[in-house]
DNA sequence: CGCCAGGTTGATTTCGCTCAAGCAATGTGG
DNA sequence: CCACATTGCTTGAGCGAAATCAACCTGGCG
């Protein structure tokens, strides 16, 4: 399993693992050969930063393996997690595209591989090919969607409802089904960031979390979180603002 | 003042009054003309809908003058507003070039016009005009940050400081200044779509008013409501997440 | 071994939600 | 034109939930 991926590595994004589900795809292969020349892959571990809120460099980030957070801060010392990454997602192009300096920072939240792109290059692959400027306009759309989507819960679910939701997305990605049904996760965040992602204290989730446990919805050790039944959890999780 | 408006509406986007600031400034004066015939202009009344979440219509609605509302509402009948758009903005875009329904309904909280273009037509300038997709990508990463910062507030700030944002906002879109100083404005909103605006039910938005009247912060008479000090409030509403 | 960061737990207070009543403005039918 | 319903808003009382402050674990790590 590891072999072809280790040569992708070498082999750049002719050959990238998620090359059918980045950005990129749309490219021809004369303009994925200018952004492969314009990339240099970096291996990031947990805790290090991809870039920093307020600074302005001129890149974009296409993440090819891990998980990468996104994350805001203001003066007072707040810190919010405002969202994941995953193969094949692209971060940080908000900045290189407005000219101006990010206004979140991004850091490796698991062993990570990201792409570090000349924002040029692309530049010139947006000009050169249209398609691709329609692909990040897409993809900047699902982002507003995702955004609206959790401002409307955080208007109207409970925190414990709002953990769930939460807890499902990252069943979802993080999670691993066993074979008796239930499903166990490494969470790849602290409890403070878990706790500014669904807006309560690192308190207040102690206490939800401990709830939850009692209801036997799941059970938490560290960052270790199994789910012995994952469909009662979606059902209790699932209000997706149908109609 | 009337009188250039009005020849305006009769002439269409060459001569729309926010052709300088509106998506279509990129184009040429041929594929604006496209555009422009493909457009039809429409008057609503507050209240009036715009279009309803979970429609597929095949339009992109461009705000001319006056205030248009984006509302999620689940199937439990809760209601929220996501945010409001103004002269130039452009609205319902996403469900056009994504191929869905609308995840959001729009609505009219002023007298409004608003032009309603084929999006067959607009497809087509973005084929022929790069710079327009460019300019949607720019909108939709704007709406990102602004979604961006609203959860980014209701995670850190209390709901009394999440109404002064709110207010301060509403007062550089619809206030007016007043010789002494002071500052008045007309809501378009409810109390309840106040309330869902600051996630908050509207029974605490009237005692969060009560509460910034007799602090002196501002004097609320139904849908008027005049700041004595625009000032002051700046300063107790400003933390706008720097650094 | 002691320190420290991250996490849990407890006690207390504050705050927001719920349910319920009251009120003003508006509209409707007799 | 008035009785009456309706809608939107305010106010109150009681309760439950979350914030706050503080103590105390626990597992690394120097």
Redesign the pocket.
């Known amino acids: 399993m590891a072999p072809p991926s280790d040569k992708a590595n070498q082999d750049g994004c002719h050959t990238c693992t998620c090359r059918d589900q980045s950005s990129w795809q749309v490219l021809s292969e004369d303009d994925l050969e200018r952004v492969n020349r314009a990339r240099r892959t970096r291996r990031y571990e947990p805790g290090d930063t991809v870039f920093a809120q307020g600074e302005a460099d001129r890149c974009v980030y296409c993440v090819k393996s891990g998980t990468i957070a996104e994350r805001r801060l203001d003066s007072d010392g707040n810190s919010v997690l405002l969202g994941l990454n995953y193969a094949s997602d692209l971060v940080g192009y908000r900045s290189f595209l407005s000219g101006g300096t990010h206004r979140t920072s991004a850091e490796a939240v698991s062993p990570a591989t990201v792409c570090v792109i000349d924002a040029a290059a692309v530049g010139e692959a947006m000009e050169r090919n249209p398609e691709l400027t329609r692909e990040l306009l897409r993809r900047s759309m699902a982002e507003v969607e995702q955004a609206q989507d959790t401002i409307f819960r955080s208007a109207t679910l409970?925190?414990?409802d709002r953990l769930l939701q939460l807890l499902q997305e990252l069943l979802r990605r993080h999670g691993t089904m066993a074979a008796d049904g239930s499903c166990r996760i490494e969470l790849p965040l602290?409890?403070?960031d878990l706790a500014s992602m669904i807006?309560?204290?690192?308190?207040?989730?102690?206490?939800?979390?401990?709830r939850l446990e009692t209801e036997g919805m799941a059970q938490?050790s560290?960052?270790h979180v199994t789910v012995p039944n994952p469909r009662a959890l979606a059902a209790a999780a699932s209000q997706p603002s149908a109609d």
Chains 1, 2 share one sequence.
């Open positions: 409970s925190n414990r602290s409890r403070r807006g309560v204290r690192h308190e207040t989730l102690s206490r939800i979390i401990g938490f560290g960052r």
